[in-house]
């Protein structure tokens, strides 16, 4: 493949992702388009050469991912006087997997990899009859495995859109480039002959920068409640039956003292929503209190959200609540029960914090990874499905 050809694949890769995207959901699918440089083993007799790289991935869970990779690069020989064209083509397949470290969320997440596969060497140009016995095989192409591990850190620039650098060890068992070579010398009845010697195996560093394309669609803002509209300008300030609701808005008159009434005056049902205030993967930890920083982003919203829930109770003070935690399928069922008793845990200490009467919530109870509300196969579902709900006991 000419280095021409492989400026083309990478193009293609960026320029048409996103034509994909808009044509399919592909749920925890991505593709990354790599481009580095290859520093070879010193035994190889090779220069430092241009690596490019295509993979698709699937995210396992919040922390693993598995990628599917093609690489490619053409070395140059050092000593290039014995062979026409210079440069040797080596081609690999193969998978990988990375262990991300933090947050599912966070912007920096650093992870460690490895991967296994196998590796074609072949002649890019000339003629192999001009190559020294002692400088390639008799069968002078051929697939090889290989091993890779390193690490690296990615850079999440937005909900699609992230940026990989990653520096990883290749080990290659090549029997085809003979970099290190050596002869022996034997006498035989044929006379004086010399065998030449080389190693199997080199080690080889693969430094790149990439791009990670994701597919699927982004979470959706949490809701925003209506505004409350402002009560008539007039008979504002009659209230005869002491509902807090005034006479010109109240179609219920008379109703008993202490009766929870709606706006319009009539008895109803509270109903308090904790929809679009959600916990980031795996928060709250044992012993944490402090609820902000285990709120997912954007946590100033989930706050006001919370905050509109005290308001509500405040506004209601014959009512009283049961707070109920819950999880995604992530973890065994054991630690998500603890986790999800955890969330419900500290929200009702929020409450009481800013002002609830604690013999309001007449109880806190985790229910796991039960009971969720959205799919737990992608990672926006299992965003919501972390959360904490609230149900009111009318009087």
């Known amino acids: 493949m000419k280095r021409n050809a492989l400026s083309a694949l990478i193009a293609l890769s960026l320029l048409g992702g996103g034509a994909v995207a808009q044509a399919q959901d592909m749920g925890n699918?991505?593709?990354?388009?790599?481009?580095?440089?290859?520093?070879?083993?010193?035994?190889?007799?090779?220069d430092t050469s241009v690596w490019a790289g295509f993979g698709a991935g699937v995210w396992v869970n919040p922390h693993l991912a598995v990628d599917f990779e093609y690489g490619i690069n053409n070395a140059s020989f050092k000593d290039s006087s014995w062979r026409p064209g210079k440069e040797w083509e080596s081609v690999s397949f193969g998978a990988s997997a990375?262990?991300?470290?933090?947050?599912?969320?966070?912007?920096?997440?650093?992870?460690?990899?490895?991967?296994?596969?196998a590796q074609r060497h072949a002649a890019y140009s000339g003629s192999l009859s001009a190559y020294p016995p002692n400088r390639l095989t008799q069968n002078s192409n051929g697939w090889d495995p290989m091993a890779t591990i390193g690490g690296g850190v990615q850079f999440n620039m937005s909900e699609r859109l992230a940026l990989r650098g990653e520096l990883a060890a290749r080990y290659d068992r090549d029997d085809n480039t003979r970099g290190d070579t050596s002869d022996s010398l034997a006498i035989g009845p044929g006379g004086v002959a010399f065998h030449p010697t080389h190693k199997k195996g080199y080690i080889d560093a693969i430094l790149s920068v990439g791009l990670v394309y994701s597919f699927g669609h982004a979470a959706p803002p949490p809701?925003?409640?209506?505004?409350?509209?402002?009560?008539?300008?007039?008979?504002?300030?009659?209230?005869?039956?002491?509902?807090?609701?005034?006479?010109?808005?109240?179609?219920?008159?008379?109703?008993?003292?202490?009766?929870?009434?709606?706006?319009?005056?009539?008895?109803?049902?509270?109903?308090?929503?904790?929809?679009?205030?959600?916990?980031?993967?795996?928060?709250?930890?044992?012993?944490e209190s402090n609820i902000e920083p285990t709120l997912a982003v954007p946590t100033a919203d989930s706050i006001a959200i919370l905050d509109q829930a005290i308001d509500a109770l405040n506004r209601y003070p014959q009512i009283k609540v049961e707070l109920d935690g819950y999880t995604d399928s992530i973890g065994t069922e054991e630690y998500?029960?603890?986790?999800?008793?955890?969330?419900?845990?500290?929200?009702?200490?929020?409450?009481?914090?800013?002002?609830?009467?604690a013999d309001r919530i007449t109880a806190v109870k985790g229910f796991g990874e039960s009971n969720p509300i959205d799919t737990n196969s992608t990672k926006e579902g299992r965003a919501r499905n972390r959360r904490t709900e609230l149900k009111v006991e009318n009087p």
Not at 98 to 117: H, K, L, N, S, T
Request: charged fraction near 25%; aromatic fraction near 8%.
């Open 29 to 46: 699918w991505y593709i990354a388009p790599r481009i580095g440089a290859a520093i070879p083993d010193s035994n190889r007799d090779t």
């Open 98 to 117: 990375r262990w991300f470290f933090g947050d599912e969320g966070a912007q920096w997440r650093p992870y460690v990899m490895a991967g296994i596969g």
């Open 336 to 357: 998500n029960q603890g986790l999800s008793e955890r969330r419900a845990q500290i929200v009702s200490d929020y409450l009481t914090a800013h002002g609830v009467s």
């Open 223 to 287: 809701p925003v409640e209506a505004p409350v509209a402002p009560p008539a300008p007039d008979c504002h300030s009659l209230d005869d039956d002491h509902d807090g609701v005034n006479n010109c808005d109240d179609r219920c008159a008379d109703t008993p003292a202490g009766t929870i009434v709606g706006p319009d005056g009539c008895p109803q049902k509270v109903v308090i929503d904790l929809r679009g205030v959600n916990f980031k993967f795996d928060r709250p930890k044992k012993g």
